[in-house]
């Protein structure tokens, strides 16, 4: 799974270049990031031309590829939704609720993450096929446990990254989800939207430290077919379009 947004320099060209290069699968997106990002024809545009940019993207092509989109991508700001923030949700709801395309929620920090799911859930989404991302910049159990219970997806995309904190908080969310029967919400990844994340240009963790590291911890301090689960059964289920 591709995350970059319109808003966020999605080159479609470029991602089905190197889909043609490597042996795995790349998942691209329609959609926006969040508020401040979006350019302004987003802003002047109605929910009813959103819901048709979408589903074109998704059915047809993108940008006269015939790459097409496998999710949607909304985001929201630091603890509050903007007007414009709200307009995208709106628009994604409906096409998700028409096409049972998968829905991913950039949420700043952590925050909002119970509220996209009202506005989404408000316009007949089926928050089974949404991910809350981002959330465990939030790790707070209560507040994970609240999306799970309303059918949502939390993702922990914050693997390796000791500067917010260490890999043992995420562990142990992770653990504690799956004590209360949420194995099958769970997904996990690596948010490597930056240049000083990436090995290639000297930075770290990279898009390697999960697969060498981290699943190697899971299978010490879990195991069973925990590695199965989050990797491969739950994206899976995830991205499956339902229409």
């Known amino acids: 799974m591709e995350g970059t947004a319109i808003d966020y320099g999605r080159d479609v060209r470029a991602l089905e270049s190197v889909a043609k290069q490597v042996p795995v699968h790349i998942v691209c997106t329609t959609g926006f990031n969040k508020g401040p990002f979006y350019p302004q024809w987003v802003t002047e545009m ?59 929620c950039h949420t700043e920090v952590g925050t909002m993450g119970l509220e996209v799911l009202d506005v989404l859930e408000s316009e007949g989404a089926n928050l089974k096929k949404v991910a809350v991302g981002h959330s465990d910049r939030n790790p707070d159990w ?83 077919d925990i590695v199965e689960t989050l990797f491969v059964r739950n994206p899976a289920r995830w991205l499956e379009m339902e229409a």
């Not at 590829?65 to 929201?76: D, L, P």
Request: a positive charge.
């Open 46 to 104: 109605s929910i009813e031309e959103l819901e048709e940019l979408f589903e074109r993207e998704l059915l047809e092509g993108i940008d006269g590829t015939s790459v097409r989109a496998g999710y949607i991508k909304v985001g929201t700001s630091y603890n509050r939704i903007l007007p414009t923030e709200e307009k995208v949700l709106r628009a994604a709801a409906r096409v998700q609720k028409a096409l049972g395309v998968p829905v991913w």
């Open 142 to 224: 209560k507040y994970h446990e609240k999306i799970y219970r309303r059918g949502a997806y939390v993702q922990f995309d914050g693997i390796g990254k000791v500067k917010y904190y260490p890999d043992s908080v995420r562990v142990e969310l992770i653990k504690r989800a799956l004590d209360a029967g949420f194995a099958d919400q769970i997904l996990v990844s690596g948010d490597m939207g930056r240049r000083s994340y990436l090995t290639s240009y000297g930075g770290g963790p990279g898009f390697d430290f999960i697969i060498r590291k981290f699943t190697a911890r899971l299978r010490e301090e879990i195991g069973g």
